[in-house]
């Protein structure tokens, strides 16, 4: 019980003799997820104050501090403001609220802490990753990629001996003020700013509005595993909104902002990561209207959005478009279309917005990535990132087809068809727990994403997301389909 659950000195020490290496930090970290692990903390039980722990293991309030903030980032703690830390519990719906609260999970199914990076790190690539987020790199047009960088490299190089501009290089942002005009977004290149790729917008805006750890951040339910990794690892109460296949569950996105009362919700609004459904317009009207009910800031993510195909695009609408950036503040990035070594992305919102992220971007970094910057500027200004992505919506209709078919054979219930995008999002047969069926699969050198990876809720376990592209691996089905049968 909580009340016999103590750290100590010893403790520590004798942690130090096993692993003289092991920093104090490291030290409680382990000692606690024993502690859960072993089920001497159970869920939802409270653990020793900061102070306490600080004086049991005579470490500093910071020390012990860190080691709590990093328990929480792993899964194994939540924060609940002026109440102190507790071990995460059952992920169910608040009575008040209906709203699956995913700051408490399953403590019986933390992730495993490498699991995610596995999919982000290309030594871990063995025989097959169904489940990756990037495109093959034969996919990526390099005679065009290589003609902009030669042609950047030609040009005058003073920019490379001095600081620029922290909001970005002009020429791009005026490239991207008509980009988002043609999306019906007015917007002044004074209200773009550029970032390095997507992930450091979401970071960039996560640091400069978020800084109460234990305050409620909605975000879709599910949603990118890099955005949930981010937010727990400050501290946030995250929130699930439900995704329908029409977008967030506006009921539930209504219940959350009465009982939370959160400052942000994080959306995907078209090709969400990872179902690759998107937000009808009348939804976005609904959620737009409770935005403004509850005095609530949308971060709009349309990392995928330029995979739309042009005849599906006038049917759909992006939050950006009908709130002209009064609520809205649009992340876009070029990452995923040229290569995720290119990292390059923006945000674009009102101008106090923009001056308040640019504050915290000052003393974050000192530049931007003035070649990537210019090589997209490049792109941009010739037509050529257009006709790039024209051919990549070709390719993945296409291929888009034998995956479905391949998944069919499987049993596996794709709730994403017909649906554009890179993504397929598939609810194995039988129930299975996804996660099981992916370590067998790693075990045999194959790197899948089951849902464990994008929602902390029990609603998503018996599901996977398939990289549409990733799909043409014939060995990798062969063996999905081996392990599948010897799961059930």
């Known amino acids: 019980m909580v009340e016999t659950f103590a750290l100590s000195k010893r403790e520590l020490d004798a942690v130090a003799i096993a692993d003289p290496k092991t920093g104090l930090v490291d030290r409680i970290f382990l000692l606690v997820r024993t502690a859960i692990q072993s089920k001497q903390l159970g869920p939802g039980q409270r653990l020793p104050s900061i102070r306490d722990v600080a004086r049991a293991c005579d470490v500093s309030r910071d020390t012990a501090t860190r080691a709590y903030d990093k328990l929480v980032a792993h899964g194994y703690l939540i924060t609940r403001p002026g109440a102190g830390f507790y071990v995460r519990g059952q992920d169910v719906p608040d009575k008040r609220t209906g709203v699956a609260d995913q700051s408490r999970g399953d403590a019986a199914l933390p992730m495993p802490e490498d699991w995610r990076q596995r999919l982000l790190d290309p030594r871990t690539v063995l025989a097959g990753n169904l489940g990756g987020g990037n495109l093959p790199v034969a996919w990526i047009n390099e005679p065009q990629l290589s003609n902009a960088l030669r042609s950047v490299a030609r040009g005058k190089l003073n920019w490379m001996m001095e600081y620029e501009d922290q909001q970005g290089y002009l020429p791009l942002r005026q490239q991207l003020h008509l980009k988002l005009g043609a999306f019906g977004v007015a917007v002044d290149p004074k209200q773009i700013m550029t970032t390095i790729g997507g992930t450091d917008a979401l970071n960039l805006v996560v640091m400069s509005y978020l800084r109460t750890p234990g305050e409620a951040v909605l975000v879709d339910d599910p949603a990118s595993f890099l955005l949930i990794d981010r937010l727990l690892a400050s501290g946030l109460n995250i929130i699930g909104v439900p995704r329908l296949h029409d977008g967030p569950d506006v009921e539930a996105l209504r219940l959350a902002c009465e009982h939370h009362r959160p400052r942000l919700f994080f959306c995907n609004t078209l090709l969400h990561n990872p179902t690759s ?212």
């Open 277 to 488: 459904t998107s937000l009808e317009p009348h939804k976005a009207f609904q959620v737009l209207q409770i935005a403004q009910e509850f005095d609530l800031t949308i971060v709009e993510d349309d990392t995928y959005g330029d995979l739309l195909p042009a005849n599906t695009a006038p049917h759909l609408t992006r939050l950006a478009t009908l709130d002209q950036l009064r609520r809205v503040i649009y992340i876009g990035s070029f990452s995923k279309i040229l290569g995720v070594g290119l990292r390059v992305g923006y945000i674009a919102a009102s101008a106090q917005s923009i001056e308040w992220l640019l504050r915290y971007k000052s003393v974050s970094r000192a530049t931007n990535g003035s070649l990537g910057e210019r090589t997209v500027y490049r792109l941009l200004s010739e037509g050529t990132y257009r006709h790039h992505c024209e051919q990549l919506r070709a390719r993945l209709n296409s291929s888009r087809v034998h995956a479905l078919e391949k998944l069919c054979d499987l049993d596996i219930a794709v709730t994403s068809n017909p649906y554009p995008g890179m993504y397929l999002w598939g609810r194995l047969p039988g129930e299975l727990d996804a996660l099981c069926v992916a370590e067998r699969m790693l075990e045999a050198g194959y790197l899948t994403a089951p849902g464990r990876l994008f929602s902390q809720s029990q609603a998503c376990r018996s599901y996977m997301r398939f990289n549409i592209a990733a799909c043409e691996n014939e060995t990798a089905f062969r063996m999905l389909a081996a392990t599948i049968s010897r799961s059930r």
